[in-house]
């Protein structure tokens, strides 16, 4: 049976015989014919009076995921930006929290906003790509948890915030979702280290937020705390959002409203559509879901921490992750890349010690190398770099599952495709 799974900018085609298929798991489509324009546009039409009023002579500052995100802004803009032609000014915030602020996709992004406001006739606003190194900063006390509360100073200038979130579990802030647009998104170094230094907190998980519509699905210290953090920077001030669960780029549910009311919808609608569980399994087929989210192993990497609870120990994984950008960018490199590259038993010692930004990865990576047989991974990062971080370089596909097979003929295999995008659990 052909299977194809995407890897960087295409696809690749495995053939796995189907008694040797566990399952087949995609992120879920609408079960009605979807077309992207007409689920935002009807989303936007539901809450566009109360948000109008509402900018009118005001503020605005829209909060966009940056360039590691797939999110479709050339179908959004031309639906959200006629709501703000009354607006006295609109910023446009590229929330890139950690990540670099320079990079091709973040200037792709640019370009589509100055292209969508020219058409939309919006004359006053201005783009603002966030750096968490070197933007202007301001302070909002401190957190319950300790945490610093330092942002971006321009947030200050903003009346009404509106963001755009595509919501899919996320393996230590529960969701990705609106709060995240500010916290980190927004935030100083400093803040970012201090927040995700509790992802090391069992309860800081996926599909758990303070925002969940069951209350038993609340207790993520992580997200309260990113949370918090947005709260004292908006002293009061609302914030709109715009939820959407997409699928192969291509929009499939979308809400709009006030933040808090929308995101909980929104993490229904993903537990819904995207939570599976199943049997534990020896092996497994990963891809991330192809560019952007396997565009250097910092990113892709969630695919792998949001689906490897099902695995068996001593189990097996091929990764399917292009990793065009390598292992992560320059910021990442010492206490992540370099990380990586000391014996899992090193670094597992180390997390007993202060925590530096990023150093969750790498420890997270050690646990699950030294839990598996083996973890394959078919990437364009060099074979040298790819074992000096304790993997095993793959260069074809289709013989790693073939000498499985040979291997162990009854072997079942779970292929899992824009993992990215989903929560498995192993099945009770």
Same mark, same amino acid.
């Given at each position: =049976? ?22 087949i ?29 509402? @900018? ?25 930006? !006629? ?21 091709? $996709?973040?200037?792709?992004?640019? $370009? ?26 301001? $302070? ?24 755009l ?11 990705s ?28 998980r996926?599909g ?53 009311? @929308? ?11 995207? =939570?599976?569980?199943?049997?534990? @399994? ?23 921490e949001?689906?490897?609870? &099902?695995? %068996?120990?001593?189990? %097996? ?31 597992? %010692? ?10 969750h ?11 598996l ?12 770099i @790819? ?5 095993? !370089? ?20 779970? &292929? ?7 929560l ?5």
């Open positions: =049976m052909k299977v194809p799974l995407h890897f960087g900018e295409g696809v690749i085609d495995l053939e796995i015989p189907k008694e040797n298929l566990a399952d798991l995609r992120p879920a489509e609408s079960k009605h014919c979807v077309i992207a324009a007409d689920v935002l546009a009807s989303a936007v039409k539901r809450g566009q009076a109360g948000f109008v009023e509402q @900018v009118r002579g005001r503020s605005v500052g829209l909060l966009l995921p940056d360039g590691t995100r797939d999110l479709p802004l050339g179908d959004i803009l031309p639906l959200l930006l !006629p709501l703000l032609l009354d607006a006295q000014k609109v910023l446009f915030f590229i929330c890139t929290g950690s990540h670099d602020s320079l990079t091709p $996709s973040n200037s792709k992004i640019v $370009s589509t906003i100055q292209t969508q406001a020219s058409l939309a006739g919006i004359v006053e606003y201005e783009i603002i790509s966030h750096d968490c190194q070197t933007a202007p900063i301001s $302070s909002a006390g401190v957190t319950q948890q300790g945490t610093e509360v330092l942002y971006n100073a321009r947030l200050d200038e903003v009346d009404v915030f509106v963001a979130s595509d919501i899919k579990h996320h393996y230590f802030a529960g969701y979702n609106p709060i995240k647009n500010i916290a980190p998104g927004l935030c100083a170094f400093k803040t970012i280290e201090q927040n995700h230094s509790l992802t090391f907190d069992e309860r800081s996926a758990v937020h303070p925002w969940h519509p069951s209350a038993s699905q609340r207790d993520n210290p992580l997200a309260a705390d990113q949370l918090e953090v947005m709260l004292s920077i908006l002293r009061g001030r609302s914030v709109w959002a715009l939820t959407m669960i997409s699928h192969s780029g291509v929009i499939q549910w979308a809400d709009f409203g006030l933040a808090a009311v @929308v995101s909980s919808r929104a993490f229904q609608q993903a537990d819904d559509w995207n =939570m599976h569980t199943v049997k534990p @399994v020896d092996y497994m087929i990963v891809s991330p879901g192809g560019l952007p989210n396997d565009v250097d192993l910092y990113i892709a990497q969630r695919a792998l949001l689906t490897a609870s &099902v695995m %068996r120990d001593g189990g %097996r994984i091929l990764f399917l992750a292009a990793c065009p950008g390598g292992i992560g960018s320059e910021l990442t490199r010492e206490h992540f890349e370099n990380g990586l590259m000391s014996p899992p038993e090193a670094i597992l %010692r180390k997390m007993r010690r202060e925590y530096h930004l990023f150093e990865k790498p420890y997270r990576f050690a646990k699950l190398i030294q839990r047989d083996k973890l394959w991974i078919y990437t364009k990062i060099a074979p040298a @790819v074992r000096k971080i304790h993997m095993e !370089p793959c260069t074809d596909p289709q013989a790693a599952v073939s000498s499985w097979l040979a291997e162990k003929p009854d072997a079942k295999i779970l &292929v899992v495709d824009e993992a990215s995008k989903l498995l659990s192993i099945r009770p």
